[in-house]
């Protein structure tokens, strides 16, 4: 090694730092200890100072405020903090359940809403957090281009859906059958501006931070507005897809909670100690119950739009998934329980296997939200819902279920649609339907499927 030479100060009011020259180097170490933390910085000749693990990526956090109403405060100021605690999450809680149902209530559209505005909360709160941390660099764009960014990403997103589900109001305006047909190329270009500007904002010495802020915006876009996405494609499916996978998670958390707080001590995982394996297992079992609204037409028909009324229609003959079947149970259970058959719904073992996933690995993305903001050093995305924390605190479980669900009714549930067969047929040209409607007659014809009224009249 080559020689060095070292000099140091400590202080009792102050960290102690240690200065590290290398004469074999034009660069000074300077090594900082300061809260059990050691960080390193150093400093080249002729170069500023390196972006690396310094204060600066600390995020700046703002002391916690108490945004719990007076008339709460006040109710409940003889209570200790944690029964105080226990209390308003309560009273919060049921607040929030009931406004959810006033919501389903209203319909499909209301809920699309609802969404979109929890989508943009969500994206806010995650952004502010990156604020936090590197303001001090005066990054330049960065909130317009995160903004713009987002506007980008559900421009794309929200176009799609209207091509998917509302092909006859499409039919209908010019402007749309433009914007549809070169969707895609329109939102490349528009995200190809926000792209350019980014480059064009690029600043000396702060570059890493910059691609930081892009990558930043860039991973809370995939996290939260295409699972967002996937939050609306699960409706369209049938409010069920909808309303039982948030209120598996809701039951879960309330559970687990529950369980935690009166009955569990034991550690689930270091990055969220109050989980507790006995409320892991008690919102296990109590989320098997959400197969109750496959009873009600109203949320199993699939969510479409009838061009007729210029409104969504969820009226339809459910199909064989919400109709009353009979199982036979296997033999072990037989000699167990004493019955031979047992009537289901099969969206009941659907449902059974979405509350597995709840309870098992639903709660990984609350486990992933606590280790993200431990590593920036806060306690809640946002102080939004008092004794809750931010809308993301409430929600970082809920997007990954909905991803899931998304995924299996891709794979075992969903099959042809004709309605979105009929609305790709009708945007052809009159002579490519021609030739389909030939193609199909003479395939019904070989398989004796036509009538023969039909081939009497040809």
């Given at each position: ?337 004493r019955w031979k058959t047992v009537n289901l719904y099969p969206f009941q073992i659907h449902s059974i296997a979405l509350s597995t996933f709840a309870s098992l690995i639903g709660p ?95």
């Amino acid at each position: 090694f080559s020689p060095i030479a070292m000099k140091g100060s400590c202080n009792m009011q102050s960290a102690c730092i240690n200065y590290i020259y290398i004469f074999s180097s034009p660069c000074v170490y300077t090594l900082q200890e300061a809260d059990g933390d050691d960080k390193l910085a150093f400093l080249c000749e002729g170069e500023g100072e390196i972006e690396g693990d310094s204060k600066a990526d600390t995020p700046d956090v703002p002391p916690s405020t108490d945004n719990t109403p007076q008339c709460l405060n006040k109710a409940l100021e003889g209570l200790s903090s944690r029964w105080k605690n226990w209390w308003i999450r309560g009273i919060l809680s049921l607040t929030m359940i009931t406004g959810f149902f006033l919501i389903i209530y209203l319909g499909p559209i209301m809920l699309i809403f609802v969404v979109m505005s929890i989508q943009i909360k969500c994206f806010h709160e995650i952004i502010t957090i990156g604020y936090r941390v590197y303001h001090s660099y005066d990054l330049p764009w960065f909130r317009t281009l995160s903004w713009y960014f987002l506007i980008c990403v559900n421009y794309f997103f929200y176009g799609e859906t209207v091509a998917d589900y509302f092909g006859a109001l499409v039919q209908r305006e010019e402007p749309l059958q433009f914007l549809v047909r070169y969707h895609r190329f329109i939102s490349f270009a528009v995200y190809l501006a926000g792209f350019c500007m980014f480059v064009l904002s690029l600043v000396k010495k702060h570059y890493r931070l910059q691609f930081y802020m892009f990558a930043w915006t860039h991973v809370t876009l995939l996290i939260v507005v295409t699972q967002s996405h996937l939050v609306i494609q699960n409706l369209f499916e049938g409010m069920i897809w909808f309303i039982v996978p948030i209120s598996i998670v809701i039951c879960n958390d309330i559970m687990a909670y529950i369980f935690g707080f009166f009955f569990g001590r034991t550690p689930l995982i270091k990055l969220s100690p109050k989980k507790t394996w006995e409320g892991f297992i008690g919102g296990f079992f109590a989320t098997v119950f959400a197969y109750l609204l496959s009873q009600y037409q109203y949320f199993v028909c699939p969510v479409e739009y009838n061009s007729e009324t210029n409104r969504f229609a969820v009226e339809c003959e459910p199909s064989n998934l919400f109709m009353i079947q009979e199982y036979t149970l296997p033999a072990v259970v037989q000699n167990a329980v004493r019955w031979k058959t047992v009537n289901l719904y099969p969206f009941q073992i659907h449902s059974i296997a979405l509350s597995t996933f709840a309870s098992l690995i639903g709660p990984f993305g609350g486990f992933f939200a606590s280790g993200f903001k431990r590593a920036f050093k806060i306690k809640d995305f946002a102080d939004t819902i008092p004794g809750h924390g931010g809308i993301m605190d409430r929600f970082d479980c809920q997007y990954l279920m909905a991803t899931f669900v998304h995924v299996y009714i891709a794979s075992f549930i969903r099959g042809p649609n004709p309605s979105k067969v009929l609305q790709q047929l009708l945007v052809l040209q009159p002579e490519q339907q021609l030739g389909i409607f030939n193609t199909l007659r003479n395939h019904l014809r070989e398989n004796g499927m036509l009538p023969p009224a039909v081939e009497e009249a040809q």
